[in-house]
Structure formats: structure tokens, C-alpha cells
């Protein structure tokens, strides 16, 4: 007698994108682009679709939308001084990277010099899609020449001379020192001493310029003695305020150039025995945490850091995702500033 059959069930097996990388010779996130039509070279397109065609993969087109979302990656490159403000652009990618399913690369440069930031970027180059550069990166000429020739885009926050080569987001840097020289004036101060922040970027600049503006309408004038250099950091701060406070006629408020350093000049009065705002007033700049982790807590201007992160996003997505076509059109959008009023600030002191 003649066995049973056992029934045999026939294993099928679906062609991978991984399968088809590999007859391409190359990687499973250029296959995506390739199909998705994506940014991929005409030669490595036509290598690619052959491979499929001869492997018969059938791609999930149920998850291509969100395989093409998380087959983007875009860059942060840091080396910002300030934790306060980096604290909070990360706040801003991070939301925003997730809700837009998006692969967010965090690189931190130390201290490179130009040769070594332009190797740095070449390598990115190869493995993002897009580029955001926070200060002070935002006005490297080396990072900046290579991302752009590599054709990757780039959106730079606070940038200066570099706005003509590549996108940024920023805020009136210069209308928001005036504004907040103006308010130290209104409330009776013409001792203004002045915390700069790092000579290499242009909106360290614009603020000290907006505080000369208000200075010059107001018919006072800038007495050198009473501006000091500051790199945005905390200690830095520190030094400079010391410097102010030991001035024989020393001012009676001071404009920090960001809040790390304002608080920095809270804690050198308080050393001193002066208090705030009543013997001294004092503002910073951003509008971080740092600017509400200080008592008391500082009047500031406020820069939408997190929502300027949104920005610089939406702008390399748009960038990245344009038509082979269409040409790169460049941004440069400027985001509103306030003034935050909190109890650092009073009127001077009668002497």
C-alpha cells in the first residue's frame, strides 16, 4: 500500500531590499531614494531599477512614505558654548525630528581648524541628507563650501556673511539690541556696560550695534571703558563682569550679550554685595533657561530657538524633496523677537 502524500507547502519567500542592494552594489537607503525618487544619480537609478526588475521586488508601498521619512537624515553639527541654548535647539530638532519621522545625526566638531572642518564635512556629506549649523558653525566658510559643493543642503541659524550661499533662520538681531538698550534707557540708565559675545559671529555684532543705536538716539555716548569681551559662556561672563563692576565709576546696569553671561553678572553683584535690580540692573539675550534659573530672573529678548529648529527643518525638507527639476531656492526667514520684562531690571540707583 501505497504511503500518503504529505501535502507540501511551497515557502515563498519575498525579495528583500536588502536582495536588491545587493545585485546594485548599493545600500539599501539609496535603493529606497532610487524607487521613491529620491536624490540618487541617473546611472545609480537605472543600476537600481534594473536590479529590481530582474529580481522582481515588489516594493511595500503601504510603508514608502515612511520609509522615505526615516531614510532622511539630517545633521546637527555643534560646538556652541552655551549649554542653556543648545539645550533648547535640541528640544526644537528632537520634537520635530519625531513628529516628521525623520533620522536626526547629532556631530560634534571641537575645535577644528579649517582644513580639518572641511574633511569633517566632506564625510557628512556622505551620509545626510541635509545640514543644520547653529552658531558658531553657521559662519564656517570651510563647512559651508564643502556641504555646498558636495550638493547637500544647508540651513544655517543666526547666520551672517554666509546668508548668499546657503538658507537660514534668524531674528533681527540688531532691532532686538536696540529694543533692549532702549528699555535699560527708559527706565533712567545712561551707564550702560556692555558683555560681547564671540568676535567671529555677526550677530554678536548686530547686538552691540543695536545698543549703540539706542545709545546714539538717546544723545549718550559709548564710553569703551564700559564694553568688555565676553565668548557667550558662563565663566567668560564672569570675567567681564568683574571687570565692569571694578570700573572707578562703574555702570549702573549691564547689557550681557546672552543670559549665560547675564547670569554670570548676577553672580559676580551678588559676590559684591550689590543687590539686583536695586543696586544694579542687569538683561540678557535669548531667552533660555538659564535666563529663569537665576534669581532674580532676568529681563531678556526672547529667540524662538525651538520653533527656529521647526524652521531650519521644514526648510531642508522642502530642499530635499524638490523635484530633480526644480532649483534650490534659498531662504532666508526671519523669525519675531519680544522683549520678556521680568525683575532684573529697575531704575538707577540715586548716587
Request: hydrophobic share 40%; net charge positive.
Amino acid at each position: 500500500m501505497d504511503k500518503p502524500k504529505k501535502s507540501v507547502r511551497r515557502k515563498t519567500s519575498g525579495v528583500t531590499i536588502d536582495e536588491v542592494a545587493a545585485l546594485a552594489g548599493v545600500s539599501p537607503m539609496t535603493v529606497s531614494r532610487a524607487i521613491n525618487q529620491g536624490k540618487v544619480r541617473d546611472a545609480t537609478r537605472e543600476r537600481v531599477m534594473r536590479a529590481v526588475r530582474e529580481l522582481g521586488y515588489t516594493p511595500n508601498l503601504a510603508a514608502s512614505s515612511l520609509a522615505a521619512a526615516q531614510h532622511t537624515r539630517i545633521a546637527l553639527i555643534y560646538t556652541n558654548p552655551s549649554g542653556a541654548y543648545l539645550r533648547e535647539l535640541l528640544v526644537g530638532l528632537l520634537r520635530v525630528a519625531s513628529n516628521a519621522a525623520i533620522q536626526l545625526v547629532v556631530d560634534y566638531w571641537d575645535d577644528l581648524d579649517p582644513a580639518a572642518e572641511r574633511k569633517a564635512a566632506r564625510a557628512l556629506a556622505g551620509r545626510v541628507d541635509g545640514v543644520i549649523l547653529p552658531p558658531p558653525l553657521c559662519e564656517s566658510q570651510p563647512a559651508v563650501t564643502e556641504l555646498v559643493r558636495a550638493g547637500i543642503p544647508v540651513v544655517a541659524i543666526a547666520p551672517g556673511h554666509l546668508g548668499n550661499a546657503i538658507s537660514c533662520v534668524r531674528i533681527d538681531d540688531l532691532q532686538a539690541g536696540k529694543e533692549l538698550a532702549e528699555h535699560l534707557i527708559q527706565q533712567g540708565h545712561s551707564r550702560i556696560g556692555f558683555i560681547r559675545g564671540r568676535n567671529d559671529l555677526s550677530a554678536s555684532a548686530r547686538r552691540y550695534d543695536g545698543f549703540v543705536s539706542a545709545l546714539q538716539d538717546a544723545g549718550l555716548q559709548v564710553d569703551p571703558g564700559l564694553v568688555q569681551q565676553g565668548d557667550y559662556t558662563y565663566r567668560s561672563g564672569l570675567a567681564a563682569a568683574e571687570k565692569l563692576l571694578s570700573h572707578r565709576r562703574p555702570p549702573t546696569a549691564i547689557f550681557a550679550s546672552n543670559d549665560d553671561m547675564g547670569a554670570a553678572a548676577i553672580s559676580v553683584a551678588h559676590r559684591r554685595g550689590l543687590e539686583v535690580p536695586r543696586d544694579l540692573s542687569v538683561v540678557g539675550f535669548d531667552d533660555t533657561s538659564a535666563a529663569t534659573t537665576v534669581w532674580p530672573e532676568l529681563t531678556t529678548i526672547h529667540q524662538p530657538i525651538a520653533s527656529m529648529a521647526d524652521a531650519a527643518i521644514d526648510i531642508l525638507l522642502r530642499a530635499i524633496r524638490r523635484k530633480p527639476d526644480e532649483a534650490r531656492a534659498l531662504t532666508d526667514h526671519v523669525m519675531p523677537h519680544r522683549l520678556v520684562v521680568r525683575d532684573s531690571v529697575a531704575h538707577p540707583p540715586k548716587r
